[in-house]
């Protein structure tokens, strides 16, 4: 890929005042029929991993409906260098409002909405009340943790590069063209479409973006013998431009702040 300019996320912040007083704390979820883990995890901002050790499921195997399940604060998993913002959007409730209603129209869970309000998932929210929605930043994060571990990566290394590459933000767009979280060229996912998913990605929606990007640097770990570093270069810069002019300053400034994010605390 060629060098593209990043932009930096600013952090977000919020404040709201909970609806109304809490009957019930929303800090479980009961199965429903069709429910996966996978899915139940990408609702609720976590990850499959985080929701079997906190419920101690061993080896998981089919769900039961009914069953009752304890969701982990999402917030806890986001990496350190995402987590010092306050992931909240907004919502002031108008007249007719539930929480069902507000949590499809953010395309988050009932439970992960009362939840993050400190309310009942069947309270009535008064009109004009202020209502905190769990945030972008942790439904990305559920989402690059679910892709990495498809695709058999470190979650790490996907959200490292998302984060220098776009900020997480599905909406970039660079000069060249790049598009999305992992800033896939469109002709870049049309390659990885044929050649690595079998299928065809729309590098426009989140998912098949980040499919895109991580099947591209799980080929690139394959070509360059598992070597990070070598591998993020040929993410940033192109191996045919490696091969020619040698490393850009830009591509060695790239593939140090991706080892840094990468770093353990």
Not at 188 to 210: I, K, M, P, Y
Request: aromatic residues 6%; hydrophobic residues 45%.
């Amino acid at each position: 890929m060629p060098p593209r300019s990043r932009l930096a996320l600013a952090a977000l912040g919020a404040t709201a005042v909970a609806a109304a007083p809490a009957a019930v704390m929303a800090s479980t979820y009961v199965v429903r029929p069709g429910d996966t883990l996978t899915g139940i995890a990408l609702r609720h901002g976590s990850s499959v991993q985080a929701i079997v050790e906190a419920n101690r499921l061993g080896n998981p195997g089919p769900l039961r409906v009914g069953q009752l399940l304890e969701i982990p604060d999402p917030s806890r998993s986001l990496p350190s260098y995402v987590s010092g913002s306050q992931d909240l959007d907004s919502y002031t409730v108008v007249a007719g409002d539930t929480l069902w209603i507000i949590s499809r129209r953010y395309g988050v869970d009932p439970t992960a909405l009362a939840r993050a309000n400190g309310l009942n998932v069947n309270a009535g929210l008064p009109a004009g009340a202020q209502i905190q929605v769990p945030g972008r930043l942790v439904r990305v994060n559920a989402l690059l943790s679910h892709v990495a571990q498809q695709v058999g990566l470190e979650p790490a290394l996907v959200k490292a590069v998302a984060w220098l590459e776009s900020g997480w933000r599905q909406d970039l767009v660079s000069p060249t063209g790049a598009v999305g979280l992992m800033q896939v060229e469109p002709y870049t996912g049309e390659w990885v479409s044929q050649f690595l998913a079998h299928r065809a990605l729309n590098v426009r929606t989140a998912e098949d973006n980040v499919t895109a990007g991580a099947l591209l640097l799980g080929h690139l770990l394959w070509m360059h013998e598992g070597d990070t570093g070598r591998a993020l270069a040929a993410y940033y810069q192109g191996d045919a431009s490696i091969g020619e002019h040698g490393l850009f300053l830009d591509t060695q400034q790239y593939q140090r702040a991706v080892l840094d994010l990468m770093a353990p605390e």
